[in-house]
Nanobody, 117 residues
Framework: QVQLMESGGGSVQAGGSPRLSCLVS????????MAWYRRAPGKQRELVVL???????NYRDSVKGRFTGSRDNAMNTVTLQMNSLKPEDTAVYYC???????????WGQGIQVTVSS
């Protein structure tokens, strides 16, 4: 069983630059993809950034140039650096991973980010 624990959310002003972190309870060498998703109020969950095993990133268009996703295999962490936040970035952000050996997927419990104008 893999556990993911997000941290770093909260309330920020528009233009702010919070950083989200996700601590994974297993060695990242057994992890395939990692990702950050978000669910805004009244909307479906959407992919923010996918980070492959080799560190290749794929961002949704609305966050390109503002958000940076990365993984640190030595520290078993995945981070999301968010810059130039907008009120429409307000959402619950979820950490995601899938495991190479089992193909199971795991989700964090989510962390709220609220951006005020």
């Amino acid at each position: 069983q893999v556990q993911l624990m997000e941290s770093g959310g909260g309330s920020v002003q528009a233009g702010g630059s919070p950083r989200l972190s996700c601590l994974v309870s297993t060695n990242l060498t057994d992890i395939n993809n990692m990702a950050w998703y978000r669910r805004a109020p009244g909307k479906q969950r959407e992919l923010v950034v996918l980070i492959t095993r080799t560190g290749i990133t794929n961002y949704r268009d609305s966050v390109k140039g503002r958000f940076t996703g990365s993984r640190d295999n030595a520290m078993n962490t995945v981070t999301l650096q968010m810059n130039s936040l907008k009120p429409e970035d307000t959402a619950v952000y979820y950490c995601y991973t899938d495991v190479r050996s089992t193909l199971n997927v795991y989700w964090g419990q989510g962390i709220q980010v609220t951006v005020s104008s």
